[in-house]
């Protein structure tokens, strides 16, 4: 299996998004549906979910014009209603809303070299099997001379990536008692804001402090010789910082916000993932990718399940497994990504994009 790419002709976001949502018209529609699934088994009515799109389309309209722009792009091209792009890229929110939680999640490990130098970067992405299909690869030029290369799903704007200044993010989904149902800034476009404008970590910060949001998340920034995880919640935004070796799960690592904890406080297993991730620093910073992707090799019931796999037994709501596993180099700029779990990475089953 591979996973489609594409790369951006037009240049202004409205142009930039009819033209993804044009070519991809199929998938972005069948990846709104699969949410929209997702969100009816939460408890969501579609008269809620509408609701929430359209608050997300106008968060976004006030802090970021140029990416409501391109939403709004990408649902004309698609043939769908603004709200509806807008309610895929608000699906942290919605979930949060819903106080929906899930045993599966995302796993990601950073390791800084000694003497600086690109750091080495791994993580799992975690989510339903029957949105196995919506992940995506996206090239485009936010401004000229500036390239994004993002690893994201069918009508969201972005997520794990790097960009030609030489600064990656990872993305792992949190939760927080301060999460609210009034849908603020999607947290999946903090992260696209960060790719189109940030050249260090201090920038990416202060791109994450501007956004008022209404769900939680860790975005773990790289960059030549740095690194930090950024956790946001509408309480606030704390930094854990690098010192050789940053791992992050699906809880609150910063001492105050984890006073709010609340997935870690449903689902421990993210526990016992972080410790198994803790345990494996010499492989996690290995300088090929397929030693890193089985540094993280764990499954559950007995081990800390850092590389999942659905059980069909289960509703279609609660089954997991890790759809891709992906690596940053932002020496080079590069994404690979495996499309899989750890378990099944080679060296010839990773796209390099």
Known sequence: MSIPTHTSTETSPGSRGLEFGARW???????FDGYAALFRAGGATDAQVRDWGSQALAATEAWAPDLAAEMVGIASGACLAPWQVA???????????????????????????????????????????????VPVLWAYEPRPGHVVRTFTE??????I?????????????LRHASDHAAIGVPVHLVARRILDEATTVDEALALARSARVSASTAITVVCRGAAATLELCPDGVAV????????????????????????????????????????????????DPTARARALLSH??????????????????????????IALDVATTTLSVHPGGPCSATPDTWQHF
């Open 25 to 31: 018209q199929s998938s972005v529609a069948a990846t």
């Open 87 to 133: 309610a895929v890229n608000a699906r942290t929110e919605i979930l949060a809303a819903l106080r929906v939680t899930g045993e599966g999640e995302c796993s990601t490990a950073v390791v800084l070299p000694p003497g600086g130098g690109a750091p080495r970067t791994v993580q799992t992405w975690d989510w339903h099997d029957h949105l196995r299909d």
């Open 154 to 159: 069918f009508g969201v704007l972005a997520k």
């Open 161 to 173: 990536g790097v960009n030609s200044a030489g600064l990656g993010v990872h993305f792992n989904i």
């Open 240 to 287: 854990v910082p690098a010192d050789r070796f940053l791992v992050h799960t699906n809880h609150f690592l910063d001492p105050g916000l984890a006073m709010g904890e609340r997935l870690g406080v449903e689902r421990p297993l993210t526990y016992a993932r972080l410790k198994h991730l803790l345990d494996r620093a010499d492989g996690l910073g290995s300088a």
């Open 300 to 325: 559950g019931p007995a081990d800390a399940p850092v590389c999942a796999h659905a059980d069909p037994a289960l509703p279609f709501d609660q089954r997991w497994e890790t759809v891709a596993t």
